[in-house]
């Protein structure tokens, strides 16, 4: 059974780091693109990120980019978020998502239960 599990969420202070994993079971995972989105309460999901683990290549929204890293692991089936210099405004619950295809991005097609962080101010 294909599965995504997410850890790494927590609180942290406005300034600090965390880092996401993103653990895949039931993939051929040099085949997939997986991202990396999130939710503020009461909205929509927001893509973030995504890694293709076919070609290597990456994404990161306006948002993001310069802050938050992606990388992945083929050896441990994992897709890491390093998130630096957090702020109030990131606190939202963070999911992993995958698909075959990076050109329906956003729209993955397998999704994890997500992680919340919070930042404190």
């Known amino acids: 059974e294909a599965r995504l599990m997410e850890s790494g969420g927590g609180v942290v202070q406005s300034g600090g780091s965390l880092r996401l994993s993103c653990t895949a079971s039931g993939f051929p995972f040099e085949s997939i693109v997986i991202g990396w989105f999130r939710q503020f309460a009461g909205k929509g999901r927001e893509g973030l990120t995504y890694?293709?683990?076919?070609?290597?290549?990456?994404y990161y929204s306006e948002d993001v980019k310069g802050r938050f890293t992606i990388s992945s692991d083929s050896a441990k089936n994992t897709v890491y978020l390093q998130m630096d210099n957090l702020e109030p405004e990131d606190t939202a619950v963070y999911y992993c998502a995958a698909d075959k295809l990076k050109t329906r991005w956003p729209f993955f097609i397998f999704w994890g239960q997500g992680t919340q962080v919070t930042v404190s101010s």
């Open positions: 890694i293709s683990n076919i070609d290597g290549s990456t």
